[in-house]
Structures are given as C-alpha cells and as structure tokens.
C-alpha cells in the first residue's frame, strides 16, 4: 500500500512540476478582459478572465477550462466551456487558435478566439469574438 501511495503522489508531483502559469489579454471591439491560466499540460489548460469596460458593479469573471484538439510547434487550436458570472450571465464554449510566431519566444502566442454564450438572464445568446496574446511563464 505504501508503495502504490507513494508512486500516486510522486506522479501527482510530476505533473505539478511540469504545469505552467500564464497570463492573457483579450481585445474586442465591446469588451476587453485579462487571464490569469494554469496549463496542467500541453493539451489542457484553465483560465480565470476578468472583464473591463463595465461599471465596477457589472464586474465580471469567467473561469474556463480548455482542451488543445489540435497541437504543432506553430500552432494551437482548442475548444473549451466557461460560465460567465454577472454582466452576462451563462455558459459559454470558447473555441480558438494560439499561433506562436517567435521561435525565439516559445512561450508567447497570438490569440484568436470565438465565443457563443448564453445569457441566462434576458434568455438570449451573444456571439463574442477576440484577439489578443498569451504568455506562459515556466
């Protein structure tokens, strides 16, 4: 039993170690947000977004978690479901591209990304797009 305990741990701190914190911005034409991830390995990732250009009591979060369906050394695309919680109120389901241009900086990417949501609220749904970049720190 402590052999099977300790080799689950040690896999479990493998994987920590390996996991990466990273940090967004996304541009839109209505609403800007920035992103706070953990990438728990190449192919699955979790974000916190927070948006701006709203009045500090329509502040806004939307955790995320994604999935990389497609990986290469130049290009990520990916498919995720959030929920959004205040302004816009529901779920969502991100889908977009990570395009890293610099091989000299692997840890920076474009981003480009499509969001539907739902807004449960006034029982309606949104289509959101963005652009902007991501940085992961090791």
Known sequence: KR???????????TKV?????????YMSN?????????????R??????????LKIEDF???PVVAYNFITS?????YVGVGFN??????????LGIHIKPFEQLPNFKFLFE??????????????????GFRYCFK
Request: with cysteine; glycine share 6%; net charge negative.
């Open 3 to 13: 052999t099977f305990l300790f080799l689950i741990v040690t896999l479990f701190l």
């Open 17 to 25: 170690t390996t996991a990466q914190i990273s940090s967004s911005f």
């Open 30 to 42: 209505e609403y800007s947000s920035i992103g706070v991830g953990y990438d728990f390995h190449n």
């Open 44 to 53: 699955l990732w979790s974000e916190i977004r927070m948006y701006g250009n």
């Open 60 to 62: 806004t979060v939307e």
């Open 73 to 77: 050394e130049d290009f990520d695309t």
């Open 85 to 94: 919680i205040n302004y816009i109120t529901g779920p969502t389901i991100p």
């Open 114 to 131: 499509a969001n539907p949501y739902y807004n449960i609220d006034s029982e309606t749904f949104i289509f959101y797009c963005a652009a």
